[in-house]
C-alpha cells in the first residue's frame, strides 16, 4: 500500500502541489528517495530515520520507497523531512490512516525528533489554502502560516511526538496565532541632518511618488545620512503588499520568528555584491536584493563602485518590475519593483564640484568624467530625481535643529500617497500603484498639465533632448509635486521643479 502526503516545491514565490508517496514493501532493507531530488533532499533519509528513532519508532527492517511526485519537477531544500517522516509513520501504522488526507505538510527535522524552521512557509499556506487543505508547519513558522486566511487549519508542533499525541487525541494542539513584528527601536530621524533643505526635500518627493533618487555631493555631506532617514517617512505597507513582500522573504528565509513587519523594505547591498546577489539567481535561484526591497528601498551606497555590468543588471527589473532569472534547470520569476536610491561622489576624490577645487589629476572635469563612466546612460535615463547634496558649512552645523523632522514629513508623504492609491483605484488600478509605477498612458492622463505647463514641458524636451522616457518620468514627479501640494491639475511650477532635478546632475556626470 502506498501512503500519500501533500507537500510543495517553491518556483519563485509559487508553491507548487508535490506528492510524497512512501510505500514499504517486503525486499531487500533499504530506504531510496526518488523524483528528482537535490543533495538536501536526499540528505533528509539520514535526518527522517534518526529522528524517527528519537521518538520512539524504529523504521522496518523493509524496503522503504518515498517518491516525490511529479518527478520532473526539480526538489531542493529541507522542508521535505516532515512529509516524508509523517508518511512512513502512516505507512507503519503510527498514524491513523485518514490523519494527514487534509493537509500540507513542510518541515525539516533535527536528530531529535523536533522541528526546525524552514523558508517558504507562507506561501505554502496559501497554496494550501487554495486547494482546500490546512497545513502542518514548524512551531516557529506558525505564526507565519496562521497569515494566510483566518480560517485555516494550522497544526505548528515542536516535535513529531506533539503531532503524535494531537492525532490521537491526548494532546491536542491550538491554532497558532498570526504574529505581526514589534517595530525595533527608533528609527533615525531626519531633525538630526543640518542644512541640506534641497536635499531632504528631493527625499520627501521620492518617498511620496515612488521615484528612483540620486544624490551626488563630496564626502561627509550626509548623503548616506539621509538615505538611512528615508525609512522614517515612507508610508507603511498595506495589507496585501505585506503579503506580497513577505512571500518574497519567506522564500528566501529572512521572516524571524514567524512575524511579518508592514515596514517597508530597505536593503542596502555593499557595492562588493555580485549580480547574482543583487538580481537573485544563483545555484538554487534565490531571490536577490532587488526582490528583497520589492515594496520598499534598494539603496546603493557608493554608486560608481559597484560592478558596471552589475548595475546595467538592474536596468530590466527597474522597466518591468520582475525579475526574470533563467538556469538550465531553472527558470523562476521574482517581483522586484523597487524604488533605486542611490549615493555617489562627483569624482574619485570626491571634491570636484566644490567651488574652487583643482583636482591635481587634471582639470575637474576629466576626473568627474572618469569617475562617472561607470554608471550607464540608460541607468542614469531611469533615475528622474538627481540632486547635488552639496557640503553642509560650519554656520549649518552650529544652528539648533530644525523644527520639522520625520513626523512631519512622512504625515505629508502619506496624505499624497494616498491622493495616488485613491486616483488610480478609480482607475481600476491595484492600491500598491504610485505615480513612478502606473502604466504611462495614465500617467500622461493624470498628469496633463495646464496651457502654461505644456508650454513648458515642450520646450523643455527639445531643449534638454529629454528621451521619451524622460519626458513620462518628468510628468511623474511632476503629478507628485502636485499632490504634495494637494493639487488636481499639474502646473508649471511643478514641471518646472520636475525638470530641475532632472537637468542638474546631468552634465557634471557625463561631461
Ligand atoms: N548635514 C549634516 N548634518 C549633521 N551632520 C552631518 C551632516 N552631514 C554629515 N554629517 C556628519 O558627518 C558624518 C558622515 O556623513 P555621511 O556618512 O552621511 O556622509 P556621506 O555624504 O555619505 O559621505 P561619503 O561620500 O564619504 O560616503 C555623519 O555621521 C554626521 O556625523
Ligand atoms: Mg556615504
Redesign the pocket.
Known amino acids: 500500500m502506498v501512503t500519500r502526503v501533500a507537500t510543495v516545491a517553491f518556483e519563485g514565490i509559487e508553491a507548487r502541489a508535490v506528492d510524497v508517496q512512501v510505500q514499504i514493501a517486503p525486499g531487500m532493507v533499504a530506504f531510496n528517495v526518488v523524483g528528482l531530488p537535490d543533495k538536501a533532499v536526499a540528505e533528509s533519509r539520514e535526518r527522517v530515520r534518526s529522528a524517527l528513532i528519537a521518538s520512539g519508532l524504529a523504521l522496518p527492517a523493509k524496503r522503504i520507497t518515498v517518491n516525490l511526485a511529479p518527478a520532473d519537477l526539480p526538489k531542493e531544500g529541507s522542508h521535505y523531512d516532515l512529509p516524508i517522516a509523517l508518511g512512513v509513520m502512516g505507512a507503519i501504522g503510527a498514524l491513523p490512516a485518514d490523519a494527514l488526507a487534509g493537509y500540507c505538510v513542510l518541515g525539516e527535522l533535527a536528530l531529535d525528533g523536533s522541528l526546525t524552521a524552514v523558508a517558504g512557509v507562507l506561501p505554502a499556506a496559501m497554496a494550501a489554502n487554495e486547494r482546500g487543505l490546512g497545513l502542518i508547519c514548524p512551531a516557529a513558522c506558525g505564526p507565519e502560516a496562521a497569515w494566510a486566511a483566518g480560517d485555516m487549519d494550522v497544526l505548528a508542533p515542536r516535535s513529531l511526538i506533539q503531532l503524535a499525541n494531537h492525532f490521537k487525541g491526548s494532546q491536542v494542539m491550538a491554532r497558532p496565532l498570526a504574529a505581526v513584528a514589534a517595530s525595533s527601536g527608533v528609527l533615525p530621524d531626519l531633525r538630526?541632518?543640518?542644512?541640506?533643505e534641497g536635499a531632504k526635500r528631493a527625499l520627501e518627493i521620492a518617498a511620496a511618488g515612488g521615484h528612483n533618487l540620486l544624490?551626488n555631493?563630496?564626502?561627509?555631506?550626509?548623503?548616506?545620512?539621509?538615505?538611512?532617514r528615508l525609512p522614517s517617512i515612507l508610508p507603511a505597507l498595506s495589507p496585501r503588499e505585506l503579503l506580497e513582500v513577505s512571500m518574497i522573504q519567506s522564500v528566501a528565509g529572512q521572516i524571524k520568528g514567524g512575524a511579518l513587519s508592514n515596514r517597508r523594505p530597505f536593503r542596502q547591498p555593499h557595492h562588493s555584491a555580485s549580480m547574482a546577489a543583487l538580481v537573485g539567481g544563483g545555484i538554487n535561484g534565490r531571490p536577490g536584493e532587488a526582490s528583497l526591497a520589492h515594496g520598499g528601498v534598494l539603496f546603493l551606497?557608493?554608486l560608481p563602485e559597484f560592478q558596471p555590468q552589475v548595475l546595467d543588471s538592474l536596468r530590466q527589473p527597474m522597466e518591468t518590475g520582475e525579475v526574470m532569472i533563467a538556469r538550465a534547470n531553472h527558470r523562476v520569476t521574482y517581483p522586484a519593483r523597487f524604488q533605486l536610491v542611490a549615493?555617489?561622489?562627483p569624482c574619485r576624490c570626491?571634491q570636484a564640484l566644490e567651488p574652487g577645487y583643482a583636482c591635481r589629476r587634471g582639470p575637474n572635469e576629466r576626473c568627474m568624467a572618469q569617475y562617472g563612466a561607470r554608471i550607464s546612460g540608460p541607468l542614469l535615463d531611469r533615475i528622474d530625481l538627481r540632486i547635488e547634496?552639496g557640503a553642509?558649512t560650519a554656520a549649518?552645523?552650529i544652528l539648533p535643529p530644525p523644527t520639522e523632522g520625520s513626523r512631519e514629513t512622512a504625515a505629508s508623504v502619506a496624505a499624497a500617497r494616498e491622493r495616488q492609491t485613491t486616483r488610480y483605484a478609480e482607475r481600476g488600478l491595484g492600491a500598491a500603484i504610485t505615480n513612478a509605477t502606473c502604466p504611462v498612458t495614465v500617467i500622461e492622463e493624470a498628469a496633463a498639465p495646464d496651457a502654461d505647463g505644456t508650454a513648458l514641458i515642450r520646450d523643455a524636451a527639445e531643449t534638454m533632448r529629454l528621451s521619451a522616457r524622460g519626458f513620462h518620468r518628468t510628468l511623474r514627479v511632476a503629478r507628485t509635486l502636485a499632490d504634495l501640494d494637494g493639487e488636481e491639475r499639474v502646473r508649471r511650477v511643478h514641471l518646472a521643479e520636475a525638470l530641475s532635478y532632472r537637468a542638474r546632475v546631468e552634465k557634471p556626470v557625463t561631461a
Open positions: 538630526d541632518i543640518k542644512g541640506q544624490m555631493g563630496p564626502p561627509g555631506a550626509g548623503k548616506s545620512m539621509l538615505a538611512a551606497d557608493e549615493a555617489m561622489n570626491g547634496a553642509v549649518d552645523l
